[in-house]
């Protein structure tokens, strides 16, 4: 089992910047794919941007492309989405997500992740 905490969530201006962070339990955590997604009211929850086991390769939807990063530490167990110049569209509660079944990719599907986070609150206003 593998439990995943996000902290970092808050509420910010339009422009402004926030990093999120998941904490994660377990002697695996560096061998799976880690994904953050969104879920605004009323809407699916979306793949925002993940992250291979190694690190090596990051995949980020075109909404945030540019403007947010997504980073790891293995040694700590963490994973964190860096994010900038943030718009009152990113306003979403977000979640932290691992995969446990071996990929070379971290897919974009939420049906593909296995850990859920409780998920953390991002409110940008205008």
């Known amino acids: 089992q593998v439990q995943l905490v996000e902290s970092g969530g808050g509420l910010v201006q339009a422009g402004g910047s926030l990093r999120l962070s998941c904490a994660a339990s377990g002697r695996t955590f560096s061998s799976y794919a880690m994904g953050w997604f969104r879920q605004a009211p009323g809407k699916e929850r979306e793949f925002v941007a993940g992250?291979?086991?190694?690190?090596?390769?990051?995949y980020y939807a075109d909404s945030v492309k540019g403007r947010f990063t997504i980073s790891r530490d293995n040694a700590k167990n963490t994973v964190s989405l860096q994010m900038n110049s943030l718009k009152p569209e990113d306003t979403a509660v977000y979640y932290c997500a691992a995969r446990s079944q071996y990929t070379n990719n971290a897919p974009r599907l939420t049906g593909a992740y296995d850990y859920w986070g409780q998920g953390t609150q991002v409110t940008v206003s205008s």
């Open positions: 992250i291979t086991w190694s690190g090596q390769n990051k």
